[in-house]
DNA sequence: TATGAATGAGTATTCATTCAT
DNA sequence: AATGAATGAATACTCATTCAT
């Protein structure tokens, strides 16, 4: 479809140049259309980006959606599904790493709009996170501990190390597994830790 | 001086307005000088933006300055000097909030000379911390870990809770104490650690 | 026929838009037809209006035409029959008073080209209506006076009451009928003229 | 002053293309200056447009301002009032043509909001002249006559009169005399009249 | 005939930067 | 040093027109 097609050329442009560099032109071109095209399927520059950063959210919340680890018992089943939920999410973004990249170098400096739509998001992800964290402190897998510090702990701790492997190193799948796992046990069992089983 | 009062109008400006939005009319309308006056000082608006971005981080290395965590030998002297620096950076933050705000939101969209700018600061900070986590698994400290991974973990950690606590929701430096412990203890004994030493 | 449709929407979006801000977009929208069929029936827009023109000036021109006023011998006779053709005209035009809308409020505004058209048009008007003057003039029923002056006048004079109680009042074709009275009498006896003639 | 040379540049740009086809980078170049300069005196093109429009009500009101015809007691002394109030508005058309074009040509075509500002002058004005329509009937210098009817037909003959001598023949001044002299003659006496006194 | 997606030339407006005073 | 009027390059967006189906 001629819409995703002007997507997919706005994401790479974007991806490149940073979205206020980027002109429509240059989006247009990339795309093989011409110049009025583009504003047959987005009102405005601004609106395809909002698009896109919707896109990319919905990617992010389909990665994890579906999960419950509130389910889980003990600290070894909980550290079983943390590396899939960890896994999944990675891979979604090793797959879109132009998105990625996108997100985390431009989202905030679009328009305010958008900050609060971000900001909501990722009140969201720490509200997730904080239930899973409280239903561990109360099975006793986790110490006492404030969870919502944990959950804003947990996020930037991924951010960054998907900013660092995947926007900037552009690590395998099969590298990003073992990366995974160190995060996990460090956010389990901390650098100090000395009881960590083995995997 | 005239240069200063300038970089501190155009620091009120970036932060509310962001860089792309705000115009070099608004900044000299804050700072109270006609508009040529602002080139006597700057040879251009980015290059105004480069010289705060010096200062914050800068200010961030300032920081830490002059510790060598290299020097600690048991883990319970290693969490006294990790809260006092913590402690240190995080008020440097909270009191340059506006610069925090905008190293945050903006640094990373304004021009791509910035980015690598940013890398290499990323990189220094992390290669920092890389050294006190190898130090600190040669002395027995720390258990085995990638103390790369490690490193980009603490980094991210700390940056979101930053933009959280300091960026956001303007916690009192009263707050900031607790929420540092907290997340140093998450770093050195993890959710699910149990032998964690009371403060 | 579809042509006629199109006119007809045309005429309504260039009543209420004006030439400019009607876009052919909302012409065929309101036509209810697609957008290429415009240029079926039409080579431009411009050409649209040129023959929504003429057909009004062809209008105008039908109210009037077949009559001789030069066949008049007396004043009561003349006052007799203006009062006619003016009522034809009116009800001309108050029958469409979208057309007489656009003629008095956006013609002149289109482009050059019909300008002259118009030009000749007023000229052919008051080429008419001066050889009925000198025709009185002749016989008696007006004192000397200045042909083309009075010519003018009468057309100027048409126009306002018409622009007045047509495009912008909407009257009545029963009020209509007393206006165009008074008018005539006006032509004919002036304000302060004392022998006008019971009606 | 900056701002009058680019009025001026308007105004010859205005008269020559239409408000529609006048672009701002002939303004600009008309007057000689960049194209930034135009908006640091005008926020946009209507806006310019609106002033000039201004300017011209604002000369034609003086024309006729400070006169008060309902002092008069007599037809004869009316007779020569309105010949002075009549020059001295045609005199000011005259030195304006430009001016005038663009007010019989373009005005009611730019946009809504000058229509309104258009139509309350025309009210304005069909005021002024209905008062000394009803004064002169009070003093019988006029007969019974439908006093707004006859303001109407007097503008309009204006009208025409303006647009026909000033805006497309140009007369000159000496010419205008007399022509102005013909008309009210013939608002005063009609076509018909016989007891028009000599001048 | 009819469609409507695609075209691309055209233009008002913005704003960082310059420079005469 | 300071001013602020002037500059002009840059660009998102519109809309009449075309044309493959």
């Known amino acids: 479809m001629r819409k995703d097609e002007l997507k997919q050329a706005a994401i790479r442009v974007f991806a490149r140049r940073g979205y206020h560099a980027a002109k429509v032109s240059e989006i ?3 795309a093989g259309v011409a110049q009025g095209t583009f504003y047959l399927y987005f009102p405005s520059k601004q609106a395809l980006f909002g698009e896109i950063l919707d896109d990319y959210l919905s990617l992010i919340t389909g990665a994890v959606a579906g999960w419950d680890l509130t389910r889980v018992e003990s600290l070894e089943q909980l550290r ?10 990675t891979q979604g973004m090793l797959r879109n790493q132009e998105l990625t990249r996108i997100f985390f170098h431009e989202a905030l400096a679009v328009d305010p709009v958008f900050n609060r739509h971000i900001a909501q998001f990722y009140d969201q992800v720490v509200a997730l996170i904080g239930v899973v964290n409280r239903h561990c402190i109360a ?14 702990c947990v996020v930037g701790l991924i951010e960054r190390v998907v900013v660092q492997y995947v926007v900037n190193s552009r690590v395998t799948e099969e590298e990003s597994r073992r990366i995974v796992q160190e995060v996990i046990d460090l956010v389990l069992f901390g650098a100090a830790g000395t009881q960590v089983p083995a995997r």
């Open 139 to 152: 099975k006793g897998i986790y110490r006492p501990i404030d969870s919502d510090v944990l959950a804003q």
């Open 28 to 30: 247009v071109a990339e």
């Open 80 to 89: 079983q599904d943390l590396k899939q939920v960890a896994f999944l999410l």
